[in-house]
C-alpha cells in the first residue's frame, strides 16, 4: 500500500523527498531513483473537475497551429515507421487530431481518450506505433500508464510521447506548465530513461525538448 502522505513514486514505487511546497497547488516530490517530480495525490483533481478543465481546451483539427505543434510529436515520429504501420492516439483529448494526421501521411490510426472517447476495444488491439500528446503529465498512476501503452505495442513499435520537460529547480516555482491543475507528474531524460529500461524499451531518442521516442525491444 502506498504511504497516505504521497511520498511514494507513482511512477517507480521508490521514495521520494520533497521538491516544492506551493500554497495553491500543494506539494511535490522528485523521486531519488527514476527523477519523476509528482504532485501529492491528495491534490488531484476529481474525475468531474479534471473533464470540466478539459473541455475549455480550444484544441481543433482546423486550427493549423495546433496542427503544427503536433508536427513537432509526429514529424520525427512518422520518419521511424514502416509504411502501413497501424497506430493508436492514447488521450487524444476533445478535439482529436493527431490520428487524422497520420491518416494522412497513409498510416491507419485510430483514438482513445478516457473521457472523451473511452472505446474499450481500442485498447485490445496492438499497433505498431502510439502517440502520446500533452498527455503523460496527466498520469496519476504513470507507471501503471505506461506498462499498459508497452502492451498495447507490437515488438519493435514505437511510442512517441510529448510533454513539457522538467525545467531547473530554481525555474519550477514560476513553471506555467504545473499551475495546470491536471498536470500532476512532470518528466525529465533521466524519467524517460527509467522508463525505458523497466518497461522494455530501447533507449528513448529526443529529437525535440519535448519530445521523447521509445522503440519497444525485438
Known amino acids: 500500500m502506498a504511504p497516505a502522505d504521497g511520498s511514494a513514486c507513482p511512477l517507480c514505487g521508490s521514495g521520494g523527498g520533497l521538491f516544492h511546497a506551493d500554497a495553491r ?9 527514476c527523477g519523476l517530480v509528482w504532485l501529492d495525490p491528495r491534490r488531484h483533481p476529481s474525475r468531474e473537475a479534471e473533464r470540466a478543465h478539459y473541455t475549455t481546451h480550444q484544441n481543433s483539427p482546423a486550427d493549423p497551429r495546433y496542427r503544427e505543434f503536433l508536427g513537432r510529436l509526429w ?3 512518422r520518419e521511424r515507421l514502416a509504411p502501413g504501420a497501424r497506430g493508436l492516439d492514447f ?3 476533445p478535439g482529436p487530431t493527431l490520428h487524422l494526421m497520420a491518416q494522412a501521411d497513409g498510416f491507419p490510426c485510430t483514438h482513445y481518450d478516457p473521457f ?9 488491439c496492438r499497433y505498431d506505433f502510439i502517440t502520446c500528446s500533452e498527455t503523460a503529465e496527466h498520469f496519476h498512476r ?8 508497452r502492451a ?3 515488438p519493435g513499435g514505437w511510442l512517441g510521447v510529448m510533454t513539457s520537460p522538467l525545467p531547473a529547480p530554481a525555474a519550477f516555482p514560476r513553471w506555467h506548465y504545473r499551475m495546470d491543475p491536471t498536470h500532476v507528474a512532470f518528466y525529465s531524460p533521466r524519467a524517460f530513461a527509467w522508463i525505458a529500461a523497466a518497461h522494455g524499451f530501447d533507449r528513448p531518442e529526443f529529437p525535440d525538448p519535448r519530445v521523447a521516442l521509445l522503440r519497444a525491444r525485438i
Open 91 to 93: 488521450g487524444s483529448g
Open 75 to 77: 514529424a520525427p515520429l
Open 25 to 33: 497547488m500543494g506539494a511535490y516530490r522528485r523521486c531519488a531513483r
Open 152 to 154: 498495447l505495442l507490437r
Open 142 to 149: 504513470p507507471g501503471r500508464e505506461f506498462a499498459r501503452l
Open 116 to 124: 472523451f472517447a473511452p472505446a474499450a476495444e481500442r485498447l485490445a
